[in-house]
């Protein structure tokens, strides 16, 4: 485990039309919306919290990613901020820490900062930095046989006996994810062997643009089921 842990999340636009699709796909990718990590030492003290919105008026917000997450064109515009800045801090913070990242559907946040980075016309700088999901590490925890992964209130439940205060806000949502890591690393439910089984020989960047034809078909479903048991 790296000496800083930098936990992540998005809150995006709406869904990608199809997940093989290459960032330069026009009109397939979802927009990044909200911005937020918080950098932590591997012993659990924070160090530092960033939370941004993105203000470029390149977009628009679906009607169902705006009742998820409750953020309005008028609230971007008041508060938010250019994407290029914002992503030119998350660069600096990585380059400065040189941390682990780490989310809860992980994946999903990988492939929302590549493509804003893509947008952006910035270079992809996550190649060189391990990752974690908290979500594919603790599908023990799940009692739902036909579905193997816990959504991040179901394992804050788990785990604390209590839902998260604040859900779907990016900073909420990645203060919940570290409190959820921290506590199994205590528990010895995660530790440098079960990060190391989730590392694998290519980079971010490769893992997040090039993945195989069966792993995007697997995320796919996976994701497709999440977001059903969301609205039904």
Known sequence: MRDFLLFIDTEASGLPKDWN?????PGNWPY????AWIIYTRHGEEVKA????????????????GKIH???RAFLLKHGKRRSDVLTLL????????P???????????HMMGVAFYRAGLDFPLHEYPTFCTMESTTFYSRNLRRRYLRLNELHRILFGTEPEQQHDALADARATAR??????QRGEVDDAVIEQQQHPKGIRE???????????AFFVIFVVLILTLYW
């Not at 959820?180 to 690393?185: N, T, V, Y």
């Open 21 to 25: 699709a290459p960032y330069s796909e």
């Open 32 to 35: 990044n919306v909200q911005l």
């Open 50 to 65: 960033e939370n941004h919105y993105i203000s470029d008026d390149d977009f628009e917000i679906s009607a169902a990613a």
């Open 70 to 72: 409750g953020i309005t």
């Open 91 to 98: 660069a600096d913070d990585l380059q400065q820490y040189k």
């Open 100 to 110: 682990m990242l780490i989310g809860h559907f992980m994946q999903l946040d990988l």
């Open 180 to 185: 959820c890591f921290f506590e199994l690393c």
């Open 207 to 217: 893992k997040a643009e090039s993945w195989a034809p069966g792993c995007l078909s």
